[in-house]
């Protein structure tokens, strides 16, 4: 059995070990240590990294009774001074030692369990036994467990036997059979766990709350501690400041300087649709006065564009089949390959099924309404194929 040191020490960086086992496996080499104190990917905590010797360590994983330290270079056998990636650890200290802070506020001011906890590389989050938490709430809480890390409440890890456990008052009933390992933060919380905390709450540094969001019949809280969670506010800053300088405003201004333009922007675009429409009206019909009329006395107009998109081309098309009789519009486009087909409803054909059967019979994808369709096809190449063919099926 691999001893492990994390269990009693959160704070161990360097250590000597012997290793009683190496295995290759593919490029990589599992390590096997009579004693470690790099954690494992365990209970929504990841793996810590370092050293074992030169070796540099990529993952750890737990296999029960033994811990697996998986490296790229094959470690010379016997005893190995082994270093743990500090900065990488104590992060993962705060964010954990903060996750049950925020979980025994949440508990404690609303009775919303968690069920769940995972440490990202960027954020972390819990999902509470609720559908839904109030913005107040989110607020509530974090103002709780700021303050409680203001207080800098010592937090105690103890192992017990199960019985004993379980007289406690457990924030979760411990399901372990041998010895439970308790984390406690004073008059606040008391959870078996067996991953690495900090020795106070202090030590957890700000909490933030970033996000919430639903899943399922849970709400997801997304959170940052300590460092994280002070560049993350730096960033955040920088961003309104940012902001606040396109406007040439006072910082507190830019929100409602950015909801004011928002809501300019949007009365601007529905004024620019609306005089869109009425020179597509006012060009469809001029384009359908200008187009000869065919040997089969429709005004056919077609055109083309090496690039570019058919969506400018739909409300003249519409226009111009509604111009009159015997209309016909066909416009492609190279890239990406597309064409456009509007008719009048005199022509005797439905745009969206000829569209759609001359699109299938070259490769592409196509329909539409009865007076107008379009299709994409695989390449250009079969463009004037596919126009072919529509008016071929129009006769």
């Not at 330290?69 to 030692?97: K, N, Y």
């Not at 049950?100 to 989050?125: D, M, N, Q, R, W």
């Amino acid at each position: 059995m691999t001893e492990r040191l994390y269990y009693s020490d959160s704070y161990l960086t360097a250590f000597e070990a012997r290793i009683i086992d190496v295995r290759a496996e593919q490029t990589q080499y599992l390590v096997y240590l009579d004693r470690t104190a790099f954690y494992p990917s365990s209970g929504g905590q990841p793996f810590d990294t370092g050293r074992i010797g030169d070796a540099a360590v990529v993952d750890v994983v737990d296999e029960e009774d033994r811990i697996a330290h998986v490296v790229e270079t094959e470690p010379a056998p016997g005893l190995a001074g082994c270093r743990i990636d500090w900065e990488r650890r104590f992060d993962h200290m705060q964010q954990h030692s903060g996750q049950h802070l925020l979980s025994a506020v949440f508990e404690e001011l609303y009775g919303f369990p968690t069920v769940s906890f995972h440490l990202g590389t960027e954020t972390s989050t819990i999902d509470l036994e609720t559908a839904e938490v109030a913005a107040a709430q989110v607020k509530a809480a974090e103002n709780r467990a700021n303050a409680l890390v203001f207080e800098n409440r010592e937090i105690r890890v103890g192992l017990y036997p199960p019985a004993a456990a379980a007289l406690l008052g457990l924030r979760k009933p411990s399901e372990r059979e041998g010895t439970v390992r308790v984390v406690e933060i004073a008059g606040c919380d008391r959870s078996a766990c067996g991953g690495t905390h900090v020795r106070a709450t202090g030590e957890i540094g700000p909490i933030l709350i970033r996000r919430l969001d639903r899943v399922r019949q849970t709400a997801r809280v997304e959170f940052l501690c300590g460092g994280r969670a002070v560049r993350q506010a730096r960033a955040d800053h920088d961003a309104l400041s940012r902001v606040a300088q396109v406007f040439s405003a006072p910082l507190d201004q830019a929100p409602a300087l950015v909801a004011s333009q928002m809501e300019a922007s949007k009365a601007a675009e529905k004024a620019r649709r609306k005089l869109e429409e009425e020179l597509a009206v006012w060009k469809g019909r001029d384009l359908y006065q200008k187009t000869s009329l065919d040997e089969h006395g429709r005004r056919v107009y077609r055109a083309g564009e090496k690039a570019g998109s058919l969506e400018p081309w739909r409300l003249l098309a519409q226009n111009y089949v509604s111009s009159g009789p015997g209309a016909v519009f066909l416009v492609t486009i190279d890239q990406p390959p597309a064409l456009l087909l509007a008719v009048s409803g005199d022509v005797g054909a439905h745009a969206g099924k000829l569209i759609q059967g001359v699109a299938s019979a070259l490769g592409g994808r196509g329909g539409g309404s009865a007076q107008v369709a379009q299709a994409s096809l695989p390449d250009a190449g079969r463009l004037s194929d596919a126009a072919r063919q529509v008016f071929e099926r129009l006769g």
